[in-house]
């Protein structure tokens, strides 16, 4: 049963036009949301976070929606750079466990 | 300030082996999870370690086992190794506290054959 859920394994950006990438669980227990990229050969690097407090935190280019009603949260990326590709996972917790649920990853690739 | 590092990057087994894979925390963090992620898919939970004892577990078998060191470095042991255990383990650490996020080594990819 797949907690985590990234229904989109890969999407094709412009350089410089929005990047959504999309997630949905399904256990209501999840508190705590993060997004990592993960570059061939090496390990995800951490991007942004939420808490299930909020519906939205911004660093930079990155902006995370949490819409908690729907299961669902989103990775906007403005403007895309063709070094933000790569795999993207989202992630989930709860309770402070810090035992990370993934998802399988979407693929991003900007186009020059 | 270091970041999380792991040994071996590489490593190849015969089914029934035993390995042993190394992590060292990023200083300052005192939890160490470890994860397993296989080909095409995002990483799955094994066990996390907290001031050198087990404090939760994923849906892996007793020959997943671990330790964590006075210095929160830690090493993840695999017993009887079987062909389904190839894949790349990462390691994260992580400060405790009021903050969540984990950072992630580079992994260790284990090829079992």
């Known amino acids: 049963d797949q907690q985590v859920k990234q229904n989109s394994p890969s999407l094709s950006v412009q350089e410089g036009r929005i990047s959504i990438l999309n997630c949905d669980y399904t256990n209501s227990m999840f508190d705590y949301f993060l997004w990592y990229k993960k570059y061939p050969a090496e390990g995800p690097t951490f991007l942004i976070s939420i808490s299930s407090i909020k519906d939205k935190n911004e660093d930079g280019r990155f902006t995370v929606f949490l819409n908690k009603s729907a299961k669902h949260l989103s990775l906007h990326i403005v403007p895309s750079q063709p070094g933000d590709s790569a795999v993207y996972f989202c992630?989930?917790?709860?309770?402070?466990?810090?035992?990370?649920?993934f998802g399988s990853g979407t693929r991003l690739q900007v186009q020059p | 300030e270091t970041g999380v590092t792991q040994s071996p990057t590489h490593l190849i087994k015969t089914r029934g082996q035993q390995v042993t894979l190394r992590c060292s925390s990023q200083s300052g963090h005192n939890t160490v999870s470890w994860y397993q992620q296989a080909l095409g898919q995002g990483p799955q939970f094994i066990f996390q370690y907290y001031r050198e004892e087990e404090n939760g577990r994923g849906n892996f078998p007793p020959r997943f086992s671990g330790l964590q060191f006075p210095n929160y470095s830690s090493e993840l042991n695999v017993n009887a190794l079987e062909l389904d255990d190839s894949a790349l383990y990462l390691c994260a650490s992580s400060s405790g506290g009021n903050s969540y996020e984990q950072y992630f080594g580079p992994g260790t990819r284990l090829t079992v054959t």
């Open positions: 992630a989930a917790d709860y309770m402070g466990r810090r035992a990370l649920t």
